[in-house]
């Protein structure tokens, strides 16, 4: 058995009792919040020596490499959190060859857009010469996926926990060493993302031997196909409904730059990338704790109802306070290029309110029962984000634009709180696989 059974302050801390899920949280928190502190100083630094232009292509090269990332295991990864201990090493297999092809079609069609530059990538500065970069962005993101996953139904928080100081650490020095040396601003911005998931996934695979057992098992091709279609829902159900988020929720940052200025498109993204903090801090910390969960033998609906409306309480109290903050600061920063940035601020928080609160939420819900409804959810969240797109393109004024968006990441916020309470019953416990 690659990981031991659920045990009570090992496997599953949340198990044993509620102190045990506060203290794992916490310890998920507090390490991302000294992570995203370090991560937040060097970007800060950084903005005010390039000014916010280049965060507008390098928030197109996100949506573009986080769309890719979504996809590259074809979704047979997740199913790590709620499979039987014997199927762990043929899934994470499955998951692995499934990404190697990916990336490799990926990779010929980067090396022949770059050989072709066709003249859409010169509307946005600088993204000509990273274009390279995507395949190796999306290789850095799939390893790291696959073995937080695995540390995750593992348990070992602590390790999650201490490996975000590596990636803060490498992305915010080397994306100040790069820029001393004088290189591109976008250069040095996706090369620190990529290193400094290289070396959070170094971290993982060093000091989790039980990770480098399974992926370097040997699994018969006879258990890859029985693994592939046992669990034919991922990619038949669980991909469509992934990508169809991402689209959704990568629409603001592909978009913006092209119905407005750099400057603003730019301080935009960047007011964007701030506030991704936050709320990446709460969804990154709590997500271990929905997701381990699936992977119990027991299933407590008393948990599931309190987890939903502490994350909610937690999203809008933050954001709550960084809104009043943000407007407090607007006449300090009046007539400068940051203003716009700064007044947008109040409308973005609704919609990283409900991104915080669904992040765990989407994450954990999966399952048969679910997937159908799921798919049908996140294709709603992308239609009222292409009419939000919609609104923008017809001259809706920036506000009521950022508003639009909010309003439906809100809404998917709420129905992926009923889909998550539908996994469990009101009886109170479940047996798992029952």
Not at 49 to 68: D, M, N, Q, R
Not at 100 to 121: Q, Y
Request: aromatic share 10%; hydrophobic share 60%.
């Amino acid at each position: 058995m690659p990981f031991p059974p659920p045990v009570a302050g090992e496997q599953h801390l949340f198990l044993g009792a509620s102190r045990q899920v506060v203290a794992s949280f916490l310890h998920l928190a507090v390490s991302l919040v000294m992570a995203r502190f370090l991560s937040v100083g060097a970007l800060l630094v950084f903005s005010y020596f390039v000014g916010p232009e280049p965060f507008a292509s390098y928030g197109f090269y996100i949506a573009i490499v986080t769309i890719l990332w979504i996809g590259v295991f074809g979704c047979y990864e997740q199913a790590l959190f709620v499979c039987p201990d014997h199927e762990i090493a043929p899934i994470a297999r499955l998951s692995c060859t499934v990404a190697a092809l990916v990336i490799a079609v990926v990779a010929l069609v980067c090396l022949i857009i770059a050989m072709v530059h066709p003249g859409f990538l010169d509307t946005l500065d600088g993204f000509s010469l990273v274009i390279v970069a995507i395949p190796f962005a999306l290789a850095a993101r799939a390893s790291h996926r696959l073995l937080s996953n695995m540390a995750t139904r593992a348990g070992t928080f602590v390790l999650v926990a201490r490996s975000n100081w590596a990636q803060a650490s490498v992305q915010g020095c080397l994306l100040l060493a790069l820029l001393a040396a004088g290189m591109p601003a976008i250069v040095c911005l996706v090369v620190a993302d990529v290193a400094g998931l290289a070396a959070v996934t170094a971290i993982i695979a060093a000091k989790l031997p039980q990770c480098r057992s399974i992926l370097l098992a040997n699994v018969p091709r006879s258990a890859l196909l029985s693994c592939a279609r046992s669990w034919a829902a991922m990619p038949s159900w669980r991909l469509p409904m992934s990508l169809t988020s991402v689209a959704a929720l990568s629409l603001p940052a592909l978009t913006l730059p092209l119905f407005f200025p750099a400057v603003l498109a730019g301080q935009l993204v960047f007011a964007m990338r701030i506030l991704e903090i936050p709320s990446n801090v709460i969804s990154d910390a709590a997500s271990p704790m929905f997701q381990s969960q699936l992977s119990s033998r027991q299933r407590s609906r008393r948990f599931a109802v309190r987890a939903v409306v502490a994350l909610t309480a937690l999203a809008v109290a933050t954001f709550g306070i960084i809104a009043m903050v943000a407007w407090s600061l607007i006449p300090a920063f009046h007539e400068t290029r940051w203003a716009t940035g700064l007044a947008s601020v109040a409308p973005l928080v609704i919609y990283f309110i409900g991104l915080t609160i669904s992040a765990p939420l989407v994450g954990s819900v999966i399952g048969v029962a679910v997937e159908h409804s799921a798919a049908m959810w996140q294709l709603v969240f992308l239609g009222l984000s292409a009419g939000a797109v919609a609104l923008m393109a017809g001259g809706l004024p920036l506000f009521w634009v950022l508003v639009a968006f909010g309003m439906a990441s809100l809404l998917r916020a709420l129905l992926f709180g009923k889909l998550y309470l539908r996994q469990y019953p009101r009886e109170g416990v479940e047996q798992y696989g029952a």
